[in-house]
């Protein structure tokens, strides 16, 4: 596709329950970002793949919280037993793997835990 | 890791003067700054960026500046117009490609 597509757009579910975000990152970008953008914050960095490896999970909060990018292309963000504090917009970016190349975003998926 | 702070939270400004937002960074190593703006409910885009063998680059109206020995950069948006309005966010990155963000800055342009 021409941009990085993520799906769901909106995730309302509950307490306790399992989700899973996707990502699909422009084609040819080897590097894949997520971050997680709560209101007025700017986006938090969770996690880094370079290809299919993770390169950096530094910012994954806890073990309730795995992404995964079995091919080097789309990458899926899982999140166990979702807690109300989970509730943010999950932001994908994608780029050509350098560190000094433009970032590309995706339109973000909202998940809401109640 | 890399520690980005960003100021103001807010600023507003009238139509045709000029918007400053401040930002400084912790880890010595980076050396890639770009400037995101996001609109209400859209993805962040990029609008500018600098790198540390630069001090200044303008793009029309849009200018950043950098201060290496300072760790502190900055976005200058001239004869702003109320399209300007938007949140803006700026980001440090080093060559382990991370990319920290500032937690953003409401610039509202009123006509």
């Known amino acids: 596709g021409a941009g990085v597509s993520q799906t769901p757009s909106n995730k309302v579910t509950e307490k306790g329950k399992y989700v899973e975000l996707r990502c699909d990152p422009i084609?040819?970008?080897?590097?894949l970002y997520w971050y997680r953008q709560s209101l007025g914050q700017g986006p938090e960095f969770l996690i880094y793949?370079?290809?299919?490896?993770?390169?950096?999970d530094s910012g994954l909060p806890n073990d309730r919280f795995f992404a995964v990018r079995p091919e080097g292309s789309v990458s899926t963000l899982k999140i166990q037993r979702t807690e109300r504090g989970d509730s943010a917009v999950y932001l994908c970016a994608s780029n050509q793997g350098s560190n000094t190349g433009e970032l590309f975003f995706g339109e973000g998926s909202r998940l809401t835990v109640l | 890791g890399e520690n980005v702070e960003q100021h103001p939270s807010t600023l507003s400004v009238q139509e045709g003067d000029s918007a400053v937002i401040k930002c400084t960074y912790s880890d010595s190593a980076s050396n890639y700054f770009p400037w995101y703006k996001q609109e209400l409910g859209k993805r962040p885009q990029l609008i500018i960026d600098i790198r540390s063998n630069v001090g200044e680059k303008k793009d029309q109206r849009i200018a950043v500046t950098l201060n290496k020995t300072a760790k502190h950069f900055s976005l200058h948006i001239t004869e702003t117009q109320p399209e300007d309005s938007a949140v803006y966010f700026c980001?440090?990155?080093?060559?382990?490609?991370?990319?920290?963000f500032g937690t953003g800055t409401s610039l509202t342009v009123i006509p």
């Open positions: 980001a440090a990155s080093s060559s382990g490609n991370q990319f920290y």
């Open positions: 793949f370079q290809g299919t490896g993770a390169a950096d």
């Open positions: 084609s040819g970008h080897t590097a």
